[in-house]
């Protein structure tokens, strides 16, 4: 699942989730990890060490070029520091740098994140002389798409299993490396390893839940379920019984340090299996098997996304409003997973969007009441009317969704709680896009300042001031049509909250109406004085006509709103 969450970037991101085989040295893992951060342009997101497993699971992310370079000195560094010939762990492992998989964020495709796969896995054999196997999306060959069919028979078996000219390796020589062994490369999708505990110790227990709800399932036996003879396909395959979930993966294990055996989940397609659904299902069959979920792990970081819906599931369980904070959401899809039990899970570091900074609000809409107040009194031209508009607008759309969160959990209106949860989520949206155009509507001014102090001493620096300036204007004229256009919708808001709301907040929605015929006239004037700076006016003829139709609207839609609230104050 590629992750189109960031709305702040456009430029090619990938992310690189590289597992290699340590976790109990902590000296090795630091020199991994700064090798990878000796790279310009790579963030570190996340170094999640495991002394059960022995195994460290590191994600980083940054353009392609720069993400395949600090994986390349990740795997040399791995490859020094590593001897194979001494790992022992709980997990399957069949090198130094176990799997080094590749994942699209933004601005590239599933194909060009394969592309740059096989250059890391060519280069690898190439220079380090490492066996290196492709898998998932960078592996042309059906047949060894899978991590788990390449592993089979893991480090123990490399040797003999690399001497065969079916598993002849994709690059580097096809000779058993007893130091390094082999390193899987390739590109998939965005893949979270999920971990349910369990109150018990038996990892037979684990496994049983985890042959439950995996797609492979558990191999079909005649007679007895679990000593009877395995029963094969007419081509000699074992036949499986599937298990209850789609792209998923697991299996079950005992954690010493812990105390509680798990089942381990690669949920391979949130799309298809999303977090919470695979930790209902193991709660169901574990409780149908005698045992009690107590909580779960993710390792690593998780798509905003995943944890957004998580949280609307469990609302949406309670019958409540959708419609609240993304830091709301988070935070029920925290405590409903149990993802705090082992150790505090803080959203900031955890969520990908939020370590590379794409969800960050703006420095205005950063700012305190008081440090936004002090800043557009301060002897300078922005924040001004544009920014002030955007923000009543916001204010107007969140007072609309107050009185919807309030009405949804009304008693005696049970039965409406999905009624105003729409209400509730579409003014959360409407609250988000107006708050961003506070920051947008100073930019745009910034910009027009910016082309105002071009150089202007030649005949082509004059042409190339006026284009810029041109330019920088229509965007001043764009970000307070948007606003505008946006603050009208606020209306239909809270227009159906003071006539359909929680009766004791209908003035709450009357000042919401207040704000947004305040929003949408104070951007109108923002639309028409900075049409004064246009040369070509015939250009935005069209925003004219609609932008005075808009502001006729917007004093109706406010009269008829009061007017039901009156209403409301007398009966």
């Known amino acids: 699942m590629a992750l189109h969450s960031n709305p702040l970037s456009m430029t090619a991101l990938i992310e690189c989730v590289p597992n290699f085989s340590e976790g109990r040295n902590p000296e090795t893992i630091r020199r991994i990890t700064e090798r990878i951060e000796t790279v310009d342009g790579v963030t570190l997101l996340h170094t999640d060490p495991g002394k059960a497993t022995n195994r460290t699971v590191v994600t980083f992310a940054g353009a392609p070029e720069a993400v395949i370079e600090a994986a390349f000195r990740a795997i040399a560094t791995a490859a020094e520091l590593i001897d194979m010939r001494q790992h022992h762990g709980e997990h399957p492992r069949m090198g130094a740098t176990d799997v080094c998989p590749l994942v699209p964020i933004s601005g590239i495709s599933m194909e060009e994140t394969a592309d740059y796969a096989r250059r890391l896995g060519e280069r690898v054999g190439r220079e380090l002389k490492i066996p290196v196997y492709l898998y998932e999306a960078a592996q042309p060959d059906p047949a060894r798409k899978s991590l788990a069919v390449i592993r089979a028979g893991e480090y123990e078996g490399l040797a003999a299993r690399i ?7 994709d690059f580097g020589p096809a000779e058993f490396n007893p130091r390094a062994g082999a390193t899987v490369i390739g590109a998939r999708g965005f893949l979270v390893a999920y971990n349910v505990n369990l109150n018990t110790t038996s ?3 684990a496994n049983a839940v985890a042959f439950d ?3 492979a399932g ?4 005649e007679g007895h379920p679990l000593t009877g003879r395995i029963v094969t396909n007419p081509d000699g395959t074992q036949e499986n019984v599937p298990g209850t979930l789609k ?4 299996i079950g294990w005992f954690i010493e340090e812990y105390g509680i055996a798990q089942v381990s989940m690669n949920l391979t397609d949130l799309a298809v299996t999303p977090i919470h659904r695979a930790f209902e299902e193991v709660c169901r069959s574990a409780e149908a098997r005698g045992m009690r979920v107590t909580g779960s792990e993710l390792v690593g970081l998780v798509p905003l996304a995943a944890m957004l819906e998580a949280g609307r599931y469990f609302l949406r369980m309670q019958q409540r409003s959708l419609g609240v904070p993304d830091s709301e959401l988070i935070h029920i899809a925290v405590k409903s997973l149990g993802l705090d039990e082992l150790g505090p899970f803080r959203p900031a570091e955890r969520i990908i969007e939020y370590r590379l900074g794409g969800m960050v609000p703006g420095r205005l809409a950063a700012m305190t009441l008081t440090q936004f107040a002090n800043a557009t009194a301060a002897e300078t031209a922005a924040p001004g009317g544009g920014s002030t508009a955007a923000l009543l607008g916001a204010l107007g759309a969140a007072l609309g969704t107050m009185v919807a969160n309030l009405s949804a959990h009304k008693r005696g209106w049970d039965e409406r709680w999905e009624e105003f949860s729409r209400w509730a989520e579409r003014g959360q949206e409407l609250k988000a896009e107006l708050l961003q155009l506070v920051d947008a509507d100073t930019a745009a001014y910034e910009r027009v300042m910016e082309a105002i102090a071009l150089p202007k001493s030649t005949v082509e620096e004059q042409a190339a001031r006026r284009a810029a300036l041109e330019h920088a204007n229509r965007g001043a004229i764009d970000i307070p049509w948007t606003v505008m256009r946006t603050a009208h919708e ?21 000042v919401g109406a207040l704000a947004a015929r305040a929003a949408v006239r104070g951007a109108w004037l923002n639309v028409r004085t900075n ?7 015939s250009s935005v003829s069209g925003i004219l006509a609609e932008g005075a139709r808009l502001e006729a609207s917007a004093a109706d839609r406010e009269s008829r709103i009061l007017q039901i609230v009156e209403r409301k104050f007398g009966s």
Do not use: I
């Not at 558990?218 to 036996?221: A, G, L, N, T, V």
């Not at 792209?247 to 697991?250: F, L, P, R, S, T």
């Not at 049409?531 to 006016?537: F, H, P, S, T």
């Open 247 to 250: 792209a998923v993966k697991a």
């Open 531 to 537: 049409v004064a700076g246009l040369k070509d006016r």
């Open 203 to 205: 990892t037979r227990r």
């Open 213 to 215: 709800v995996r797609e």
């Open 490 to 510: 606020v209306f239909d808001l809270v227009e159906a909250m003071a006539d359909r709301g929680n009766p004791a907040s209908a003035s709450d929605a009357g």
């Open 163 to 169: 001497a065969q000219p079916a598993w002849k390796p």
């Open 218 to 221: 558990r191999p079909k036996r």
